[in-house]
């Protein structure tokens, strides 16, 4: 990455916030110290702060606690003298003054906006920056996840930005489309002529992706309550990882390409009725327990969360796409809060061999098995049967590992908003959602929340620590399938 192109001024409206705290500066800091980050400025702004003098101190911190032994604290210094923190209102024209002011001073940089505020906001100050006259040719937006709570809300957004954006200028960022594995997934797919002929129902008997975390609501109840694991993560991250398991070959690796294949696989969703609701959709919450040996509190103990809450915690679904590559091959989605670890992996479940050669050894034999694995570690396995060594022939499973730690040893991969951002000031839309994939995403998650409501059944219960409540092993036990995380 070039440090002398692309000088940026980039302004984080709602810095206070966990994200640009957990997320944002540490990938900026990461950037600068490796040397990878533009000549440029970076604004901190919020409504208030609860401790101005303690909020550089806590960016430090979480800087420090998010990479770990990468952290060099001798660029920290350096890195602050790049960032100024302003209080603003953002939806008050008169409230940018300052700001404005110091932005004059580089007119034609590069101007990000990232609006890392509740999405109900991203209407009002786009049109405040508009009118505050800070929309330049070289602006762009970033909006974060999730835009709107529902597709109704949604529309609105893409609309309202739009009347002060044009849709070059909007970056809506999912941050799982900048791992490193997530990439390479691609990469997987389109760049070996094994995969791609085996890559459909045929030899495909599912597909299952999970994110599980640990974390519980880490001081963000008051966002987490109203949103809710489907709205947080399915509607946009699961779905993403869906797209990219399942498109056909884009024709070319630019945005609109790529794009136009995710909304096709969309678009191919069947549709939840709610008789799938009921039968394909599991939705629960966590109880205290144990997780990482710690114990810890219930999801209704944490802090501003409605004691009462039926927000969930935890989704299971399965998807079907009806279209010729994956018709009968149904896609489980799985994603918790305080689960029992904290993975995330894309596992493509192949077909028994037709014929079985070794009768005997028909207990042994188990189906071949991709797994892609985001995180924590970064790797790609594919389970294979082989004859173990000696006289008779007896099956075992084993694998190959393409394990990036090891097969990049001494690379750092970066991390996801690092990428991000960096697209984001060079200009590249790829890994960035249009507002039709934004839309059409919720058209698909909108009638579970519905059914849900209509149902009027209550979450389900799951202890934290566990891999989720009885009912998510229903769902496949039902299908005579089990989740694998256990297995792998
Ligand atoms: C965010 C969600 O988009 O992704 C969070 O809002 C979640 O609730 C986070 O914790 C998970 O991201 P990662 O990169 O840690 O898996």
Known sequence: MSQTAHPFDMIIIGASGDLARRKLVPALFNLHQYGALPEGRIFAVARNYDDPEG???????????????????????????????SVVDATEKKSWSMV????????????????????????????????????????RIVLEKPIGSDLQSAEDINRRVGEFFEEPQIYRIDHYLGKETVQNLMAL????????????????????????????????????????????MVQNHLLQLLCLTAMEPPARLDQDAIRTEKIKVLKSLRPMGIEDVKRKTVRAQYRPGVVEGKEVEGFHQEKNIDRKSTTETFVAVKAEIENW????????LRTGKRMGHRVSEIIIQFKTVPHLLFEDQANRLQDNRLVIRLQPDESIKLWLMIKKPGSKIVLKRTHLNLNMADTYEGRRPPLAYERLLM???????????????????????????????????RPRIYSAGSWGPAESIALMVRDEREWLEHLV
Request: aromatic share 12%.
């Open 55 to 85: 909020y550089l101190a806590k960016l430090r911190d979480s800087s420090e606690e998010q990479l770990g032994t990468s952290f060099d604290a001798e660029h920290w210094p350096d890195f602050i003298s790049r960032l100024k923190t």
């Open 100 to 139: 404005a002011n110091a932005l004059k001073k580089h007119p034609d940089r590069i101007r990000v906006f990232y609006l890392a505020t509740p999405p109900s906001l991203y209407g009002d100050i786009s049109q405040t920056l508009s009118e505050a006259g800070l929309v330049t040719g070289t602006t």
């Open 189 to 232: 797919r389109f760049s070996n002529a094994l995969f791609e002929p085996l890559w459909r129902s045929q030899h495909i008997d599912h597909v299952q992706i999970t994110v599980a975390e640990t974390l519980g609501m880490e001081g963000r109840g008051d966002y987490y309550d109203q949103a809710g694991a489907l709205r947080d």
């Open 325 to 332: 590559r994956w018709a009968g091959v149904p896609f489980y």
């Open 423 to 457: 697209d984001v000031i060079r200009g590249n839309a790829t890994l960035f959602m249009h507002r039709d994939e934004v839309e059409e995403a919720w058209r698909w998650v909108e009638p579970i929340l519905q059914g849900w409501e209509e149902l009027g059944t």
